[in-house]
């Protein structure tokens, strides 16, 4: 059985970028370079940011 890491990812194409937030969550997967992959990488990044503040912000609330 080949256990590549590409084939365990699911990647079928280069490049191949993962967005994986701080607490190890896939958050998006991104095939091929293009400007319109650039912004929807930016975007994605940018929305995975905003969750895990957001969760550490509601986590910081229930410690009072």
């Given at each position: 059985?080949?256990s590549s890491?590409?084939?365990?990812?699911g990647?079928?194409?280069?490049p191949?970028?993962?967005v994986?937030r701080?607490?190890?969550?896939?958050?998006s997967?991104?095939q091929?370079?293009?400007?319109?992959?650039?912004?929807m990488?930016k975007?994605?990044?940018?929305?995975?940011i905003?969750?895990v503040?957001?969760?550490?912000e509601q986590?910081d609330?229930?410690?009072?």
């Amino acid at each position: 059985r080949d256990s590549s890491l590409s084939q365990q990812m699911g990647v079928s194409g280069i490049p191949q970028t993962f967005v994986v937030r701080s607490d190890g969550i896939v958050w998006s997967v991104h095939q091929g370079a293009s400007e319109d992959q650039l912004k929807m990488l930016k975007d994605d990044v940018l929305a995975a940011i905003d969750v895990v503040e957001a969760d550490q912000e509601q986590k910081d609330m229930g410690d009072f």
